[in-house]
């Protein structure tokens, strides 16, 4: 094969064969991911996923993520966000604190404490704060549950989350502190929106590029936490 026509295979978009025990939307899946921009630069740039962009958008446009904060991030695995939140605040250098909680175990990060544990234990605000060393300036949440293929299961479950995370990030925020967690268009995300709205100052949907555009992800942004 000549040169001329090996660039133009590589140039193909990448296609994923068929297995016989891989199902269809696993496929499809497979080849949105190989084919995916926001991947491939996550790998180029060392993140350890593609949610980290949708993160970086934000905090570019609404000034989330500040040196010196305080912040937790729920069900940080694989610890993309963690990853974003410790280069921002500046962690790895001794400047702010970063914790993620997760029921699954983390590989170590510069700059970040992870603890398995689930979020809503009991004894888990009063372990992170602890870590912290004192109160949260930022929650973070990029949560979501296991998909069931039907949508308004799905959109009850995520946002069944969300309010979890919400109700979490008031007992552990210092005044002044922000949330920021992801949601699904189904039709009650409203509903935690005027829920947060009388405990922050600002609370609005965002749809950062790097969620895809066929996805009916949103996230909820709230800040300038009133206090308890």
């Given at each position: 094969?000549?040169?001329?026509?090996?660039?133009?295979?590589?140039?193909?978009?990448?296609?994923?064969?068929?297995?016989?025990?891989?199902?269809?939307?696993?496929?499809?899946?497979?080849?949105?991911?190989?084919?995916?921009?926001?991947?491939?630069?996550?790998?180029?740039?060392?993140?350890?996923?593609?949610?980290?962009?949708?993160?970086?958008?934000?905090?570019?446009?609404h000034r989330l993520l500040k040196p010196g904060q305080r912040v937790v991030d729920l069900g940080?695995?694989?610890?993309?966000?963690?990853?974003?939140?410790?280069?921002?605040?500046?962690?790895?250098?001794?400047?702010?604190?970063?914790?993620?909680?997760?029921?699954?175990?983390?590989?170590?990060?510069?700059?970040?404490?992870?603890?398995?544990?689930?979020?809503?234990?009991?004894?888990?605000?009063?372990?992170?704060?602890?870590?912290?060393?004192?109160?949260?300036?930022?929650?973070?949440?990029?949560?979501?549950?296991?998909?069931?293929?039907?949508?308004?299961?799905?959109?009850?479950?995520?946002?069944?989350?969300?309010?979890?995370?919400?109700?979490?990030?008031?007992?552990?925020?210092?005044?002044?502190?922000?949330?920021?967690?992801?949601?699904?268009?189904?039709?009650?995300?409203?509903?935690?929106?005027?829920?947060?709205?009388?405990?922050?100052?600002?609370?609005?949907?965002?749809?950062?590029?790097?969620?895809?555009?066929?996805?009916?992800?949103?996230?909820?942004l709230a800040m300038g936490f009133r206090g308890r």
């Amino acid at each position: 094969m000549s040169d001329e026509r090996k660039a133009g295979v590589r140039g193909l978009k990448q296609r994923v064969k068929t297995a016989r025990k891989r199902t269809l939307s696993s496929q499809r899946w497979l080849e949105r991911q190989l084919n995916d921009p926001y991947v491939a630069r996550a790998k180029r740039e060392g993140y350890r996923s593609r949610a980290a962009y949708k993160l970086l958008e934000i905090d570019e446009k609404h000034r989330l993520l500040k040196p010196g904060q305080r912040v937790v991030d729920l069900g940080a695995a694989p610890g993309g966000w963690a990853q974003v939140a410790a280069r921002k605040v500046g962690s790895p250098e001794g400047r702010g604190k970063v914790v993620g909680i997760d029921l699954l175990p983390i590989e170590p990060l510069p700059g970040v404490d992870f603890v398995q544990l689930d979020f809503l234990a009991p004894e888990a605000p009063e372990r992170l704060v602890e870590l912290l060393g004192g109160e949260a300036d930022v929650v973070l949440s990029d949560m979501a549950a296991n998909a069931t293929g039907h949508k308004k299961t799905d959109h009850l479950k995520i946002m069944g989350l969300a309010e979890a995370a919400a109700e979490f990030a008031r007992s552990v925020l210092a005044p002044g502190g922000a949330f920021l967690a992801k949601v699904l268009q189904g039709g009650t995300e409203g509903a935690l929106l005027t829920d947060l709205k009388r405990d922050f100052a600002t609370v609005r949907h965002v749809k950062p590029a790097a969620s895809r555009s066929d996805s009916a992800e949103l996230y909820v942004l709230a800040m300038g936490f009133r206090g308890r």
